[in-house]
């Protein structure tokens, strides 16, 4: 007797026949006893054409009036998802966010799940039905509805494993796992059976884009076995969870990750002075963008002069140019440059910590195929490289023959 | 200062062009100082289109789901129309049944309303806030979504009426108020300023279609006067409260009914023995059939045999005719007619209580235009006619010409 939690995104429901599909699937996969929990997202386009509605009133609607209307597309997933289990005999019932106990903080369209009280669907779950609860929405304590934003459903369905202690959640999705590499760039890249959250959370801020690090963060602090594995096919994914078993120590490298959404900034010239960086930084923090790969160095030691270079996403780098070139101003910079053509490669994996060796293997890949490495930056578990977008395609596939040697 | 609730129907939020239009005619007759509460249905075709879904699904969903489903509908109004009126500086908040503090029973698809807890909309109200509450439904104690069935929204809009003592209900419709008989039969039919809720009762239950029975009972028992008015003009309507104004007492009769949705069935030679009628009668009552016009003639004084007539809804004259042939033949009855060529009209009025010639009148009307009646049935403040069908708009015509003489 298990308990399990299963989550079919929007592609999954688009369509009543599509809902029928689940159905089969899931009572053909059930065990007798099995409890289940399904959480859905909204049908196909619905969030769309809310959202087209929406605009015909005004460019700019209230927060708190765009949860209220977009929860409605969950709402409608859940309940022709129950009936379609009901035509098929099995027993369901459908529960709307706040039905389902998800209490959240009252941040509109971003709201963060702040506690889960179970109690109704555990009700409902040992009056033996099946439990098919509306993703990505929750409601705050005055009873205002929320929706989580992106990722929401996947929150919501590890979130509502973590509360229920659920055996393990299952995201269905239009991948089969988690690999190696992206498989549309090296086509040897493996499926991985397991993968520790930790690994998971860095190929995902590095670039892996089949988990937001969101719903990841929540099956670590829950310690909720994640399963990520295919909508058409009933072959295993791979299993996130905090260790691996024994194995699956095969590879100490997890994966290797790229993200092309990155932008080079360099601050040219900048005097060696104290809280200069901290001024720098501090702005960018206010004005909120994210900065990865920090590297400060010497231009000239006895000028006191440095060069400050950094990374931001690509669809920042507008933004960050106008704050920094005012900073570089005020500060009386040599200038500043910014270099949206470069790619970021990385390796995941926590078994770096005890292996010197893995750095030196990533440059040497890199320095074989006569790739050059522009900005370096390290984790506890990941390495990652700044290369030219041009060829990066090229440097994910030379660090992955050298890690995963085709067979 | 005044409290209004103002309920608009599915036709006027069809689109989000004519939220437009609802939220310009609101602000434009709203007093500084008013708190308005807003019901409205469920746009134009939402309500259809998830019928179909569901119908794509299995022919007999469980209303539970069908009730989660449909309670979408009103949802995506209220949201958009909040959204309209902040897009034009108003204040506003939209709230579903279960915000409300809508409660009601859980007979699922036409749930009554219990209880109305107003706490949550006095508070906006009093934070200055436009509230648009979502018609149509509620929610059971256990937290399970309901819709309130045929004619909801005006039930919703009284009963909040009711529960916030507000000033008036005004119930926005395709028609202009009240008139004296149907404009479509009578071109001379006057509209009615007021009229009281049992007259307004009386005319719903004889075939005028403005309003619901149900909604005008709440009313009566809250005391919430109901201003039925056109979404096209600014004209007022009719008002629906218990007493009249002074001057509104021109005319003893309210109205002149009429309904073609009529049956008559006569069953002939039925041996006058105790507890024949109600043998008759309570098989029709177990299958939830209404009787409307009962009269018992003597045929045979002799032979102790009478005939027992009386009338029920078109609709229901074959599963009708089917129950009493059964008793008819265990009684050993001459036979039953049924005949569908008939149709009912009515006087209206409170006052003719007091006035004895109101009925010969009537008859007196229906005689001078050749026109034959069947049967006839009295209440305190209603005579009623069956006639053929194919005469009763010159029916309708004459009584109204009768009590309505034109100016």
């Known amino acids: 007797m298990a308990l399990v939690v299963k989550k079919f995104g929007g592609s999954s429901v688009a369509t009543t026949e599509k809902m029928k ?14 409890n289940i929990v399904i959480v859905v997202s909204a049908m196909g386009d619905t969030t769309d054409n809310l959202l087209e509605l929406a605009a015909e009133i005004g460019s700019d609607p209230s927060r708190r009036e765009l949860d209220m209307l977009l929860s409605t597309g969950e709402q409608i997933s859940i309940a022709l998802l129950a009936m379609a289990f009901q035509e098929k005999g099995c027993p369901s019932i459908s529960l709307t966010g706040f039905q389902a106990g998800i209490r959240t903080n009252s941040v509109y369209s971003k709201a963060k799940i702040i506690s889960i009280d ?12 099946l439990v098919v609860v509306a993703g990505f929405q929750g409601i705050t304590t005055d009873q205002d509805i929320t ?19 659920a055996d393990v ?19 040897t890249a493996k499926k991985m059976s397991e993968i520790t959250y930790n690994e998971m959370l860095e190929m995902a801020r590095l670039g892996a884009g089949v ?37 699956e120590r095969e590879f100490i490298i997890r994966g290797v990750a790229h993200d092309n959404n990155v932008a080079k900034v360099a601050v040219l010239g900048v ?66 440059d910014v270099d949206e053509n470069v790619a970021k490669v990385s390796v995941v994996g926590a078994g770096m910590l005890g292996n010197p060796g893995i750095a030196a293997n990533m440059f040497g890949a890199l320095g074989e195929a006569g790739i050059n490495i522009e900005v370096i930056s390290t984790s506890e578990i ?24 085709n067979e």
Do not use: W
């Open 147 to 165: 929706t989580l934003g992106r990722g929401g459903s996947d929150t919501t369905a590890v979130a509502l494993a973590g509360a229920l202690k």
């Open 382 to 405: 990941s390495i990652s490289c700044l290369v030219r977008a041009d060829i990066v395609k090229q440097a994910v596939s030379a660090i992955h023959q050298r890690f995963f040697p």
């Open 169 to 187: 959640c299952e995201i269905y999705t239009d991948v089969d796992g988690v690999y190696s590499a992206d498989p549309r760039v090296v086509q």
């Open 21 to 34: 599909n689940i159905v089969n699937r899931v009572l053909a996969e059930k065990g007798e006893d099995d």
């Open 271 to 336: 005097p060696d002075k104290p809280g200069i960086a901290y001024l720098l930084f501090s702005e960018l923090a206010k004005a909120n963008i994210d900065v990865d790969m920090i590297v400060q160095s010497i231009r000239n030691s006895d000028q006191n002069i440095n060069d400050i270079v950094f990374t931001v996403s690509k669809t920042e780098a507008a933004k960050t140019r106008i704050i920094v070139e005012e900073i570089a101003k005020q500060l009386g910079c040599f200038g500043v």
């Open 118 to 129: 179970p109690v109704r669907i555990e009700r409902e779950l040992k009056a033996g039905k």
């Open 211 to 247: 988990m937001q690090p969101r719903s990841v963060e929540m099956g670590k602090h829950y310690n909720v076995p994640i399963h990520v594995r295919s909508t058409f096919t009933t072959q295993p994914g791979t299993i996130i969870r905090e260790v691996y078993t024994m194995e």
